[in-house]
């Protein structure tokens, strides 16, 4: 670079909050993880009969997620769980945007228009999952099955886009040869993909031969495809720790940017602002 080369560093301090992003990470998936998994066993060892009831009235074994997670006390563990593990997620989904928007150099020039608008639309597709996460918990089956249902088909769609959006994404703003965490998290995201659709197609089969077959034990196998989703999708999202393991949520004081040239800090003169005085580094800042 060359002599006249500026950079601009803020000045973090007064830190009162300071967490690490691999503590939000395992919070944040373990509220729904373990809540879906008390919802589950309660249901099945207190409400078994009631849980496993459907329209049909064919065997059932396996209750779907709404089910136990609609009946009463279950479901305020799994709405306060989902609610508080939300707005997270949501900083989650901005933190990604710019953690691949740093990395559009990477990019052939002529294909950074299409890099950006992929962004945008896997944001969105992010935040509609997250969203529709949102409404198909306090909008229960029971209170209304057709809002429910069209909110959980939005989910899927998005969620399945995300998936797959996100994973292209991820290797094509790589370098040609990962490092081992990259390599790790590609593969989980790979992974995790290929099993939710898997478990999807399940899904879809498995509905039409419950719905309009009535076939024993049927909207079982529905059931256990929807935990399969529903397990596979936060191991998804819990890769996203391999990304911003090096990263912290704080809460601080940021001080206006300062310039540096060729690692000197450059400060401005309040009484002329045009013109910098420069201030050399002592010791060992690396700044």
């Not at 064919?58 to 799994?78: E, K």
């Not at 899927?156 to 094509?172: D, G």
């Not at 509905?207 to 935990?227: D, G, K």
């Not at 890769?239 to 940021?254: K, M, W």
Request: net charge positive.
């Amino acid at each position: 670079m060359g002599s006249d080369t500026v950079a601009k560093k803020e000045s973090i301090h007064g830190t009162m909050l300071r967490i690490h992003f691999a503590r939000i990470a395992f919070v944040t998936v373990s509220l729904p993880a373990f809540s879906l998994l008390f919802c589950f066993l309660s249901g099945i060892m207190f409400r078994f009969y009631d849980v496993n009831d459907t329209v049909c009235q064919v065997i059932n074994v396996i209750p779907s997620i709404s089910a136990v997670t609609g009946i009463l006390p279950q479901a305020y563990v799994w709405r306060i769980c989902i609610g508080l593990h939300a707005t997270p997620r949501f900083a989650v989904g901005i933190m990604y945007y710019n953690y691949y928007m740093e990395r559009l150099h990477l990019i052939s020039s002529k294909h950074q228009s299409l890099y950006r608008n992929l962004l945008r639309l896997n944001f969105w597709l992010y935040t509609i999952e997250n969203s529709c996460l949102v409404g198909v918990t306090y909008i229960s089956n029971k209170e209304n099955y057709p809002i429910h249902e069209k909110i959980f088909v939005v989910f899927m769609v998005a969620s399945n886009c995300y998936m797959l959006l996100n994973t292209i994404i991820y290797r094509w703003s790589r370098e040609a040869t990962m490092s081992s965490s990259e390599q790790l998290s590609y593969k989980i995201k790979k992974w995790m993909f290929i099993a939710i659709i898997s478990a999807t197609a399940g899904l879809i089969f498995f509905f039409i031969r419950h719905r309009f077959f009535c076939t024993p034990f049927a909207f079982s196998y529905f059931s256990a495809c929807e935990y399969v989703i529903a397990y596979t999708n936060m191991t998804y999202h819990l890769s996203g720790y391999l990304e911003f393991q090096d990263y912290y949520f704080i809460a601080a004081l940021v001080s206006p940017a300062k310039e540096t040239k060729n690692g000197d800090a450059v400060t401005v003169d309040e009484g002329s602002p045009r013109k910098p005085v420069l201030r050399r580094r002592t010791g060992d800042n690396s700044l």
